[in-house]
């Protein structure tokens, strides 16, 4: 017997994901790609960066950066986040605040954390990809929470049989795929939902520093504290990440929730993979304090106008019947097709004949439905690059 055969019964789950496949593509010569969720690297703070490292391996840092560290994270980085979630209207203590690599890891511990098999996990119709993926290895049931406005907590409970509701996944600002955000009302009638099932919400704000226009909204977990007066009485677990604002290369993010989920969380941590890489959580809080406050800024100015381009274009080239999202921030238009016109074919056909490549919807679907839609991104590349692409999109669906 092989030892694949071996495998536990998660393993058969794991299904390898098209992003992954499609970021392959992006070294071939002449393809425009709306694929990849990522920041562009021209916009990276390279020089605070390179100051950032000097600095920590110079003679009086380089022992704390290059030795073992605890598993909560750098504490002039905790202490850096304590006021950065305070202006986003969270009031919370440093041992309040988990240090991750990247949210990714945190998306993994808390699925590990709260699912068992058959329990099941609340997600948007479509979610991000990778959400998905980090939930499924332990083995839940997905079921459907609309983006605002939902089933009632009686139906949730029936649907979920003999396990239970455990927690709502949501990134309720820009989010990826769609590039939708959640209103006041969807986040209040959120949290309503979530006392009544008695469940967890897992905030994942990835994309919420990256607003364009509108004005802000409060994090689901400010407007909980608002209600409840303190953190510790919250079951709303905030993920956060540096990756799409300063560098998703160094894979630092972080988790803001009640002592006793960062007190199981750091166990988790400490099993996995002990902590995040100590000089990069330096250089995150180097930068951070040099330059998040004018970066964003900056960030704002460059995507927006990329993300204007991209509407214009599809307004432009799109044949009847497609229509689109119009997202307040984030990298991300979602584009549902003509009934029938499949996502994943159209993809085949583009990059053959127009070298145009995007994701094809399905895959953020738990059900594998969704086949007639597609994520554009936007932040990787320059108007007229945009207004090309969208063009020759246009042109292979006209087809
Ligand atoms: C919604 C969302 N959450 C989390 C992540 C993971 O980001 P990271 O692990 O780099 O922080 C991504 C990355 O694309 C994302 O789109």
């Known amino acids: 017997m092989s030892t694949h055969e071996l495998f536990a019964t998660r393993a058969s789950r794991m299904k390898a994901s098209e992003i992954r496949e499609l970021l392959k593509l992006l070294d071939q010569p002449g393809i425009i790609t709306f694929a990849g969720g990522i920041p562009d690297p021209a916009l990276f703070p390279a020089e605070g960066f390179s ?24 504490v002039p980085l905790r202490e850096w986040l304590v006021d950065h979630m305070a ?23 808390l699925g590990k954390l709260y699912l068992s098999p058959g329990d099941t996990a609340l997600v948007g119709w479509p979610t991000y990809l990778g959400a998905l993926a980090a939930f499924n290895a332990y083995e839940p049931r997905f079921d459907r929470l609309g983006i605002n406005g939902n089933r009632g907590a009686a139906e949730y409970a029936a649907a979920a049989g003999e396990g239970a509701v455990k927690f709502a996944y949501l990134s309720p600002d820009f989010a ?21 099932l008695n469940c967890a919400v897992i905030e994942d704000g990835a994309y919420q520093a990256l607003r364009y226009d509108g004005d802000a909204i409060p994090p689901v977990l400010a407007l909980e504290l608002a209600r409840k007066g303190s953190i510790e009485d919250c079951r709303t677990i905030y993920c956060g990440s540096f990756s799409k604002t300063l560098s998703p290369g160094l894979r630092v993010g972080w988790v803001v929730a009640a002592k006793p989920v960062i007190a199981q969380l750091v166990l988790m941590k400490q099993a996995a993979d002990l902590h995040s890489a100590t000089i990069n959580q330096m250089a995150i809080d180097h930068v951070a304090r040099a330059c998040f406050d004018t970066h964003i800024p900056m960030l704002r100015r460059v995507y927006s ?12 080239h799109m044949p009847d019947g497609v229509q689109w999202t119009k997202p307040e921030g984030g990298m991300f238009v979602w584009v549902t097709l003509p009934v029938g016109t499949n996502g994943a074919e159209l993809l085949a056909r583009a990059l053959e004949t127009v070298k145009v490549a995007f994701v094809p919807g399905g895959a953020f679907f738990p059900d594998g439905s969704g086949t007639n839609t597609i994520r554009l991104s936007f932040s990787n590349s320059d108007e007229d690059t945009i207004r090309e692409g969208i063009r020759r999109l246009g042109e292979v669906l006209s087809a």
């Open 51 to 74: 100051a950032a490292f000097q600095a920590a391996l110079s003679p009086e840092q380089q022992a704390q950066a290059l030795q073992y560290s605890v598993s909560e994270g750098y």
């Open 87 to 109: 202006t986003n209207g969270v009031d919370c203590g440093l041992d309040n605040i988990l240090i991750t690599s990247g949210s990714q890891q945190a998306l993994d511990y």
């Open 176 to 196: 990826n795929p769609t590039g939708e955000t959640v209103d006041l009302r969807g986040r209040e009638a959120l949290l309503d939902l979530a006392d009544e």
């Open 305 to 316: 106008v990329r993300r204007d381009a991209m509407l214009q274009a599809l307004q432009d």
